[in-house]
Every structure is written in structure tokens, then in C-alpha cells.
């Protein structure tokens, strides 16, 4: 499963590929410098300072600085897998997550890059949760508890034959030390040094199926949300150690969840969008004005805007109330946004390009 392609729908990433696949581990091979970078499949986008960040195919990392039309320069990526989400805590500290279990590092903006954890790690951990939770299920004599947990160790134990497959899908971090990433099949991580090293938070979170996380965003407090599969969110208010898993309604993909300053948004498959006036504990649907899948979303000023896999754009004026489409779609596949300096960008099939609003019908 990779993030780009739930969120943009793009079922052909291969056959689109700008540069060509690697041969050997891509875990150990470094991404390719190319010239060529700058049009590849590009599915995330960061701010350190006023430095742009995009992340994307085939390990690719791209920075520029200042104007949205200033030329793109390659980082060194030690990975060669798709990444799937970039997030920075200052203007030198940023993380990316991807394909493989990968979780990358940097520490001055963006040019150059550590690997910090991978899959073979990732299932070592779930193989750890998914034992300990058979053993507890024993322990309390719950026949159904201890099958859903038996299932769960038979699934996990499975995938790990096949190496580090699973992949991670949106990282969030509150500072330069605290930090998540969530992925596929229930991967929930943290960290408390920067990175360095990782601990799972699967014990914590209702999930017995092993359904996806998409995405991840925290607010006030230690107050934590998680959106993904099955129309649910999952909400920690203890900054990762006890989750509550709250229905929204819908049974589909939530591919993000973000903060407004007032309230939560979780939006998704079909255009669908959910508000939450208390911190995620109950949610009410926001009316649709597109069928489009949503990908990504961002405060700009005192509006809140979405992006739409086929590049629509859709704005709130009254905190994510109500939208109206400001932007038609382009019909070029998108998989995400960020607002910089009065401009949106949207990054997907072909790099990055710019979508002025103002004036917009």
C-alpha cells in the first residue's frame, strides 16, 4: 500500500515513474540523482523556515528556497523507497517516512538525510505487541479476546516471512524529540530522542483487525489523532499511551486529520468531511461538494483549504463548517498540498505546481 496511491488514485505508479527502479534492497540503495527528479511522482510536501521540502518516488527528496518558482535541488537519501510523508519540527529538524518501514532523518533542512528505522524493525516490534497480547488474553480466560489475538499473531508472524513489506503512511512530530509515524496493517511508533529510536504504540490502540492508519496530527496538550481505515479515529490523550477508537459514521478511508486551531477535521474517500468541536470525541459530517477523494489540507489566513485527488480545491471560511470549490480540478493526479507565501502548491504525478486562489470561481 502506498499513501500516493490511496490518496491520488494512482493505480499505475510504476508505469509512471520518472526515474527507473533499483536493483538490489532498495532499504540499502540510495536514491538515484537525476535531473529528472524534479518531475517525478512527488506525494508530500514540508516547510522548514522557508525552505519547501517534497518527497516522493524511488526515495526521491527534493528542496528549494524562497519563491515557489525557484529551482529544485536533489537531497542525499540513503533509501530508494517510495516516501510517503514529510514533517518538520524547525527550520533543521525534519523526518520522512515511506515504503519498507522507513523512517528517515535530517537535521539541516533537508539536504541530507539518515535512515533511522526500517520494516525488519517494525516487525520485530508487532511481533513483540501481537505475543504479549495472546499472553494477556490467556491470562484474563477471554475466549474471544484470545482468538482475535491468535489471529492477529498468525497474520503478523506471516507478513514478516516476506521481509520488511509494510509500509508507513504520515508522521507528525510536537518538537525536535517527540515523534510519530503511523502506517499500514496497525503500525503505530514513537519516539522520545529525535528519532534515534522507536517504540510501538500498537498495545495501546483498539485496532484488533490491523487496519491502516493514514495519517496522524496532534494538538493542545498531548492530545493525539489518528485517521484511517474504516472510517475511524483514534484519539490519545496522554500523547500515545492510551488510545479511545471513535466511529465517525462512515465505514470508508479517512486519509487525513488536521487541526484548525479550533477544531478537527478527518477527511477522506468520496469527499467526505467530519468536524469535531471537542477534541475528537464526537464527530458531525460536513456537507460534501465533491466526490473526489480528498488528500491533504492546510490553514491559510483565517481559511481552511482541501486538496482533491484530481486537483480541485476546496475552501472553508468558517472553520471547516461548510466548503465551497474554489479551484476545478486539473485532472492531473495529486496527492498533496502546502500553502507558502499567498500561493498553494500540490505536489502528485509530475512534481510540484502552483494554484493562485485569489479570484478563483
Known amino acids: 500500500m502506498n499513501k500516493a496511491l490511496i490518496q491520488a488514485g494512482v493505480a499505475l505508479l510504476g508505469a509512471l515513474a520518472v526515474l527507473p527502479a533499483v536493483a538490489g534492497d532498495p532499504l540499502q540503495t540510495p536514491a538515484r540523482m537525476s535531473a529528472r527528479a524534479p518531475k517525478a511522482m512527488l506525494t508530500a510536501m514540508a516547510l522548514a523556515g522557508q525552505r519547501t521540502v517534497a518527497v516522493g518516488e524511488r526515495g526521491i527528496i527534493l528542496v528549494r ?38 523512517i528517515l532523518s535530517t537535521q539541516d533542512g533537508g539536504a541530507q538525510w539518515l535512515k ?6 517494525a516487525n520485530a516490534l508487532m511481533l513483540a505487541d501481537a505475543k504479549a497480547a495472546v499472553t494477556k488474553a490467556q491470562a484474563a480466560g477471554a475466549a474471544d479476546a484470545l482468538a482475535d489475538a491468535e489471529n492477529a499473531l498468525g497474520d ?11 509500509p508507513l503512511l504520515g508522521v507528525w512530530f510536537r518538537d525536535a524529540k517527540t515523534g510519530y509515524a503511523v502506517g499500514a496493517y496497525g503500525q503505530a511508533f514513537r519516539t522520545a530522542d529525535g528519532g534515534a529510536n522507536w517504540t510501538s504504540m500498537g498495545a495501546g490502540l483498539p485496532n484488533p483487525e490491523g487496519l491502516h492508519y493514514n495519517a496522524i496530527a496532534g494538538g493542545p496538550g498531548n492530545l493525539l489523532v489518528i485517521a484511517g481505515e474504516g472510517g475511524y479515529v483514534y484519539r490519545s490523550l496522554d500523547g500515545g499511551t492510551a488510545w479511545q477508537r ?15 486551531g479550533r477544531s478537527l477535521l478527518a477527511y477522506g474517500f468520496g469527499g467526505r468531511i467530519f468536524r469535531s468541536e471537542d477534541g475528537g470525541a464526537s ?3 460536513t456537507p460534501a461538494v465533491t466526490k473526489k477523494s480528498l488528500v491533504d489540507g492546510v490553514v491559510r489566513g483565517a481559511s481552511i483549504v482541501l486538496a482533491a485527488q484530481d486537483g480541485a480545491l476546496l475552501q472553508s471560511d468558517d472553520d471547516g463548517a461548510s466548503f465551497r470549490l474554489v479551484r476545478q480540478g486539473d485532472a492531473v493526479p495529486t496527492a498533496g498540498m502546502l500553502a507558502l507565501n499567498g500561493t498553494v502548491l500540490l505536489s502528485g504525478v509530475g512534481g510540484v505546481r502552483s494554484a493562485n486562489l485569489e479570484g478563483a470561481k
Open 116 to 121: 533511522r528505522f526500517d520494516g525488519n524493525q
Open 156 to 166: 503478523i508472524e506471516a507478513a514478516a516471512k516476506f521481509g520488511p513489506s509494510r
Open 283 to 285: 464527530w458531525r459530517e
Open 246 to 260: 471513535i466511529e465517525t459514521g462512515y465505514d470508508g478511508q479517512l486519509y487525513g486529520v488536521m487541526f484548525t
Open 65 to 102: 528556497d524562497g519563491a515557489a518558482n525557484a529551482p529544485w535541488q536533489q537531497a542525499k537519501v540513503p533509501v530508494s523507497v517510495t516516501l510517503t510523508d514529510v514533517t518538520f519540527a524547525d527550520t533543521a529538524n525534519g523526518w520522512a517516512v515511506g515504503h519498507d518501514g522507513a
